[in-house]
């Protein structure tokens, strides 16, 4: 692998080659790939999920941590399946060749020279998992769901297409529903498009579907193909026997995924499938989705979502991107793309920022902010994942701070220590009005955050105050809280009632004066990996929430991204870092000042 910072000293990288030297490199690479038969230029002559899976388990073919522990898996079943008489599960070679040999057989793309399809062993091994895994006795496919997470341009929407063209007439269901699903209604036309196209120009399927504008039907088993965003209003009566949802990075709630989960109540082996790109969506089911699988792949004997699917192509780490061998870690069609192109282009934009960041994001799927003014990136707030146990810190000095928002949306409190080491620990704490909770468009999320204990959704329509204070008293019998921190906005009487109760209160004035030093010093806390949330989920959501924009001055401040993004956990801790970075430096005797740590203990 070749480092950031190693890949000009390296003659042998395309990257520092002129274009003629490009497409030489290009053209070796791709002889030796076709050579070990990982780019077909015609059908393989039988099914290649288990020789694929093989090959990434023996290094044979380049890929990333999580293709390799979907192969792992895959190998493994196939011996649990076969000696283990207790396992539910066989692999069905037929029935996971069958979708293949369709697509390659009966369907032709509807763009470019090419007059068939030809499938990838890396198509091979994630369609035949998904209909050739079975129950020994049913013969009902296991896989209810699939996460497919790829770079752009890696032929998803063909496969899209053949895949729903093959499930609503040819998998033995009786009024098949199919879905193309996507957050706008543009984008899962296109997907409806191009299943429509491919029909009209495969004379055999022509026979045998007649599409419309607006649905696809196959007469004989009386099934149906249509397009559903989520902003069609009325959902319900949905039955789905397959559906493909499209860029689920862009989703910010659960709505259409949850409708079309529970409308499969009445088919016997139904699928969803998801197909995507990263995205800089970073609370999203996306996001849940890849830390579901990454549990899954890496706790195999755990059983973890054995219902579910997961090929979760990206690179492993940002310094591959200046290898193009390593690319295909993320792209595994990458032997049928314009590599020389991709080369060229990557080579021009690569001196951009924002065009880096969209590089990073789309085409070698690592989850990062394409926004220049983002507080943090994700691999940043990934760094910052130790625990503490609170009782631990039961007697010890603190800082109090809260941001009190509107009283019909969130309210946040919170406690932030400053301990021993250079770290700090935040104990925060948040609350909603019921009447919140009932619109809020991601109620699942906040269900699950008060299952936590991060959250207390409080009855009615406004949060009362009083809840905080309390929370604080509470706070205050384990934790010697030295004083409280906040923002003088909506803040008059609350403040009164903490003073009332003997809490020493101080304001902190709302402005890159006050916040600029405490927000750049816990931004230099966080890229070090010392500030300790215990992961909390909703912290989490809050500081990825945290954008920056410009004062009258010049100067950054933080706000939230969008009406529906809250930060009010971030706006409380940042409240109490104005005081606790003072706590972190000491007088030292031969210095006026230098940078330190107060012992506690």
């Known amino acids: 692998m070749i480092s950031s910072s190693e890949y ?58 999580w293709i390799k522990r979907a192969c792992e898996r895959h190998l493994k079943d196939l011996k649990r399946s076969e000696e283990d008489p207790d396992y539910m599960w066989e692999f069905d070679e037929k029935k996971a060749y069958r979708p293949i040999k369709f697509i390659e057989q009966k369907t032709v793309p509807s763009k470019g020279d090419a007059r068939r399809l030809v499938m990838q062993p890396w198509q091979h091994f994630f369609i035949g998992c998904m209909f050739g895994w079975v129950h020994k006795k049913t013969g009902i496919r296991r896989f209810r769901e699939a996460l497919i997470f790829l770079g752009r341009k890696n032929g998803k929407t063909t496969v899209e297409s053949g895949l729903a063209d093959y499930m609503v007439g040819f998998d033995h269901e009786n009024g098949a529903n199919v879905y193309f ?12 498009n191009e299943a429509r196209n491919m029909i009209n120009a495969s004379p055999w399927l022509q026979e045998r579907f007649q599409p419309t504008r607006s649905e696809i039907r196959y007469p004989k088993t009386n099934g149906t193909i249509v397009a559903m965003s989520a902003e069609k209003k009325d959902k319900d009566g949905e039955n789905l026997h397959f559906g493909v949802f499209d860029e689920i990075h862009e989703y910010e709630d659960y709505g259409l995924i949850n409708v079309m989960k529970r409308s499969r109540g009445t088919r016997k082996q139904p699928l969803i499938v998801y197909i995507t790109t990263a995205g800089t969506v970073l609370d999203g089911p996306l996001v849940d989705m890849i830390d579901s699988g990454h549990d899954c792949l890496r706790n195999y ?10 090929y979760l192509a990206s690179l492993d780490n940002k310094e591959e991107i200046y290898d193009p061998r390593m690319w295909i870690k993320a792209n595994p069609n990458l032997g049928l793309m314009d590599l020389t192109g991709l080369i060229s282009d990557f080579k021009h934009d690569m001196r951009s920022p924002r065009e880096l960041a969209d590089w990073v994001t789309k085409q070698f799927n690592i989850f990062a902010e394409t926004d220049d003014l983002s507080f943090i990136t994700p691999e940043t707030l990934a760094r910052n994942n130790k625990h503490i146990n609170p009782s631990t810190l039961e007697g010890r000095d603190c800082i109090g701070g809260y941001d009190l928002s509107e009283t019909e949306d969130f309210t946040s409190a919170c406690l932030e220590f400053p301990l ?18 009932k619109r809020d468009k991601n109620p699942e999320r906040l269900k699950m955050w008060q299952k936590e204990k991060q959250l207390t959704i409080i009855p009615g329509d406004y949060v009362d105050y009083s809840y905080v204070l309390e929370w604080f008293k509470k706070m205050s019998q384990k934790y010697n809280i030295i004083q409280i921190n906040y923002d003088p906005a909506k803040a008059l009487r609350l403040n009164k009632e903490l003073e009332f109760e003997g809490f020493q209160t101080e304001v902190v004035r709302q402005g890159f004066f006050t916040l ?18 215990n992961e909390s989920s909703m912290f989490k959501w809050y500081i990825n929430n945290v954008r920056l924009r410009k004062d009258r001055n010049d100067n950054w401040l933080p706000t939230k991204s969008s009406r529906s993004r809250k930060i009010d ?26 940078s330190g740590f107060i012992s506690f203990d």
């Open 516 to 533: 600029g030093g405490p927000m750049q010093n816990f931004k230099e806390l966080m890229l070090a990996g010392n500030v300790i949330f």
């Open 301 to 310: 004997d755990q059983n973890i979502d054995e219902r579910t699917f997961y």
């Open 8 to 65: 000009k000293e390296n003659p042998d990288n395309p990257l520092n080659m002129d274009q003629a030297h490009i497409e030489k490199w290009v053209d070796k690479w791709k002889e030796q790939e076709k050579k070990a038969f990982h780019i077909l230029s015609k059908p393989a002559p039988g099914l290649l999920t288990t020789p694929y899976a093989e090959d990434v388990v023996n290094g044979f073919q380049i890929s990333n941590e």
């Open 569 to 594: 956990g971030f706006a409380a801790a940042l409240d109490a870092h104005v005081t606790v970075i003072d706590m972190m430096i000491q007088p030292d005797d031969d210095q006026d000042f230098e």
């Open 181 to 192: 699903l996507a957050n706008s209604q543009k984008q899962s036309s296109i997907l409806y």
């Open 420 to 437: 021993d080491d250079g770290t700090v620990f935040i104990l925060e704490h948040s609350w909603i009005p019921a009447a919140r909770y």
